[in-house]
């Protein structure tokens, strides 16, 4: 009996049939419905309820996954997928991610896996520089923009020096306060509610008609506080936010937080991957002035999710906030030789950095680049259909790759039957937002295998 679960001849077998499945199941995915159909409990009430007792053949399950399982997901790579923000797996993230598990290396500390904490520094440093950030720059992956922000905001929350956050938690301390527009992505406040600052301590800043933070609003509601006695301690900046794509003006955003001594956090998760395109480097301006920015390669850089980056000038911050070492992880290791796990909340940390060095060395800068540009293309063509026709109104202004749109005379529920009518269609997937109190329907662009001509069929089912 081989120690594995089968033998290597039975595995060679196993991998080549469920790498063909799993080609056969992209070449085909256009035909697939991409809203999944399945009913809550349908997929469970079909499975056994237990696992099996004795070994089953892997070709049985290989072919189960593809035959009753898949056909129960929402498929994110179909090129109809135009819902919330667009994650595509490419062929090599594909890739990184089978070696990544075959490795099964944590980096959680330099000597329990250097090639894959080395590896990281320099795939970071290949992003920033094909972003147009400047140096210095620490970088390290996480799983998701949610954590990115979470690690960045203890970091700030460190930085508060009349009262130890990290040694006496908040109880007794100043009553925290950061602050952030009415657009930012709920991360922002789910952090602060991890973090032990509150709901309460998150300002929400009013946006511009073009649903941008307003710098006024931002330094009047940091004086208000101040009068008041409270401790502002961080700002988040968003480029490219979740309904809109608004991108905030980071450069005068930058200023009031450096006349304050606040930290200065970037949320560019969606927007951040389009500056490697040169004619939208505009995207980073003031941001070389953030004490931290995340970006989230799994959404607009065809890396399979989870990856996200967090870039900090100021490691040690970040450092100080949640580096704990026991005696069992205390390696001699010096300078040079960084414990990734210092700068995050989890111990183990997965091989994420393999598929994005795959996916930058298989599409190039170039690659990337021409991709992203054209999907900024479709959706400034899209955007057009909708302006020409007086049926529609577009809601927000599309600086990237995401239209807002709605029907010019419909109430919300009308908004709302024609992305249930379109969606039931199996050909697209849309979600929608609320700006000014109002439904609004967004089509969101971002899919590695997304056409022109699956672009102009959404329009046929939106305008029918
Ligand atoms: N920030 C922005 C602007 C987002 O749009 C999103 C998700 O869409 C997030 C953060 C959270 O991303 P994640 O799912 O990686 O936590």
Same mark, same amino acid.
């Given at each position: ?75 994110? $790579? ?30 959680? !500390? ?185 970006? $989230? ?41 960084? $414990? ?77 039957? !024609?992305?249930?009518?379109? $969606? ?41």
């Amino acid at each position: 009996m081989s120690r594995d679960a089968f033998d290597s001849e039975t595995f060679r077998r196993a991998a080549q049939k469920a790498v063909d499945r799993l080609i056969g199941y992209l070449d085909d995915i256009e035909r697939r419905p991409v809203l999944s159909a399945l009913a809550p409990g349908g997929l469970r009430a079909a499975l056994p309820s237990a696992a099996p007792e004795d070994p089953e053949p892997i070709e049985t399950a290989i072919d189960e996954v593809f035959d009753r399982i898949a056909p129960g997901l929402t498929h994110w $790579n179909h090129p109809g997928f135009f819902a919330y923000f667009a994650s595509s797996a490419s062929a090599p993230g594909i890739l990184g991610e089978m070696m990544a598990a075959a490795f099964n290396a944590n980096a959680m !500390l330099w000597r329990t896996a250097p090639a894959a904490t080395e590896l990281e520094i320099v795939t970071l440093d290949w992003l920033r520089q094909a972003i147009g950030l400047p140096e210095p720059r620490f970088g390290v992956i996480q799983d998701t923009a949610s954590t990115s922000t979470l690690v960045a905001l203890a970091a700030a929350r460190g930085t508060v020096t009349e009262w130890d956050t990290r040694r006496f938690g908040l109880a007794g301390g100043p009553r925290l306060r950061l602050y952030t527009s009415q657009e930012a992505h709920s991360s922002v406040e789910k952090a602060a509610i991890v973090l032990g600052i509150g709901q309460e301590g998150v300002v929400r800043i009013p946006v511009d008609d073009e649903f941008r933070m307003r710098p006024d609003a931002l330094a009047e509601a940091i004086d208000k506080d101040l009068s008041g006695g409270s401790r502002p301690f961080a700002v988040v900046a968003s480029v490219g936010t979740t309904s809109t794509t608004s991108i905030d003006p980071v450069p005068a955003i930058a200023a009031i937080a450096e006349r304050h001594h606040l930290w200065l956090h970037v949320d560019a998760a969606y927007a951040g991957s389009a500056a490697i395109e040169p004619s939208l480097r505009f995207l980073m301006n003031g941001v070389d002035r953030a004490d931290s920015l995340v970006v $989230n390669p799994h959404k607009w850089m065809f890396v399979p999710v989870d990856l996200s980056v967090l870039y900090t000038r100021r490691p040690e911050a970040v450092r100080s906030a949640l580096s704990l070492v026991p005696d069992y992880l205390q390696t001699p290791e010096q300078a040079g030789a960084p $414990n990734l796990m210092d700068y995050g909340v989890a111990l183990g940390r997965r091989f994420r950095a393999l598929k994005l060095w795959l996916v930058l060395k298989a599409f190039g800068r170039r690659g990337i680049a021409d991709r992203i540009r054209e999907h900024v293309r479709l959706a400034s063509l899209f955007r057009s259909w909708v302006e020409a026709d007086p049926r529609f109104e577009v809601c927000a202004p599309q600086p990237l790759s995401v239209v807002c749109f709605r029907l010019r005379q419909g109430t919300d529920e009308q908004n709302q039957a !024609l992305i249930d009518a379109v $969606n039931a269609t199996g050909e697209v997937y849309l979600s929608h937002t609320r700006l000014h109190n109002r439904l609004v329907l967004r089509l969101a662009i971002g899919s590695l295998r997304t056409e022109e001509r699956h672009v102009r069929r959404a329009w046929e089912l939106l305008s029918a």
